[in-house]
């Protein structure tokens, strides 16, 4: 992950080092691009993968991500597999050309199937978890999987920091004339708002269960899946 939070970075190489070696196939790669499905194996056992691609629309789930991810919701739904979610996410895409996509009825049918699902869900933060779009990508709510852990880069909040500065601090930063002393009280705000929303803030106020070493992601979500009643092969 950079050190830097605005920058991207790629998600595919991630999902390899977690999952069976050479045991991860995409699906519908070109459709829906801000999030990722698949399928793979994981201690042997056969999984379903959802994760956002930052590297697209900075992992925001739009109209047509809405759509992939509820149909992967019903088909690991509908064949019993255990599902492993990689969250990274700004939030659903909002704007007119989402509206004009109907994007709210889509993204309801996200909500609907993750709650339809009812099989063994293991949620992992990257880095983002802001909003509806982060509750979209672990069954609807951070209380649906069966574990839920962050990195320790991961951060929370209700809408993306920026913008929520932007529009809850809009009089104050208009208020200010000189441009570099609005930059500086406008990244100071942010900077605030950072700190609230810092992984280990969510884990002591219980919205996620830890904040987890992420050289210890596969071993603790094959842990996770086995507590969960999953007969996975724990040995490696």
Not at 57 to 69: F, N, S, T
Not at 116 to 142: E, H, I, N, Q
Not at 150 to 171: C, D, H, N, Q
């Amino acid at each position: 992950i950079p050190a830097d939070r605005r920058w991207a970075y790629p998600i595919r190489p991630i999902i390899e080092a977690i999952v069976d070696q050479d045991s991860f196939t995409e699906m519908s790669r070109v459709y829906g691009r801000s999030v990722i499905t698949g399928l793979a194996r994981l201690g042997g056992v056969a999984v379903g993968v959802i994760a956002n691609d930052c590297q697209q629309l900075g992992g925001a789930v739009d109209a047509e991500a809405a759509d992939k991810a509820a149909r992967w919701y019903r088909l690991c739904q509908r064949f019993n597999l255990p599902l492993v979610s990689l969250t990274d996410t700004p939030g659903f895409m909002v704007g007119p050309d989402s509206e004009a996509q109907a994007a709210v009825t889509r993204m309801a049918a996200l909500f609907e199937a993750g709650a339809s699902f009812s099989g063994p869900l293991v949620a992992v933060f990257l880095r983002k978890g802001y909003g509806l779009g982060a509750m979209a990508m672990t069954g609807g709510s951070f209380a649906a999987p069966c574990y839920a852990a962050s990195w320790p880069t991961g951060e929370f909040g209700g809408m993306g920091l920026e913008g929520a500065v932007r529009l809850g601090y809009r009089k104050e930063l208009e208020s200010i004339a000189d441009p570099a002393q609005r930059q500086a009280l406008f990244e100071q705000l942010v900077g605030q708002l950072y700190d609230i929303g810092k992984a280990t803030e969510a884990a002591s106020h219980l919205e996620i269960d830890a904040v987890i070493d992420p050289n210890d992601t596969r071993k603790l979500i094959m842990l996770a899946l086995g507590a969960a009643g999953v007969r996975i092969d724990l040995s490696d």
